[in-house]
């Protein structure tokens, strides 16, 4: 199943839980980013090399 499913599906039966879902989702990727740019180098190359997993297979 895919994750676009999985939303499909939360948003049907649970709109709220779906919302919470979407939410975090957002956060944590403004958080990846946030660290990649403004972190010390460390880290900030470790949140580099994170970007890739926010993205989809097919976006690839």
């Known amino acids: 199943m895919t994750m ?3 939303h499909t599906g939360l948003w049907l039966s649970a ?10 989702e957002a956060l944590l990727t403004v958080v990846v980013i946030v660290t990649a740019l403004y972190a010390p180098e460390p880290i900030s ?7 890739p997993w926010t993205m989809s297979k097919t976006e690839r």
């Open 4 to 6: 676009a499913g999985v």
């Open 15 to 24: 709109p709220t839980l779906a919302v919470i879902l979407t939410l975090l």
């Open 45 to 51: 190359d470790r949140a580099f090399r994170m970007l």
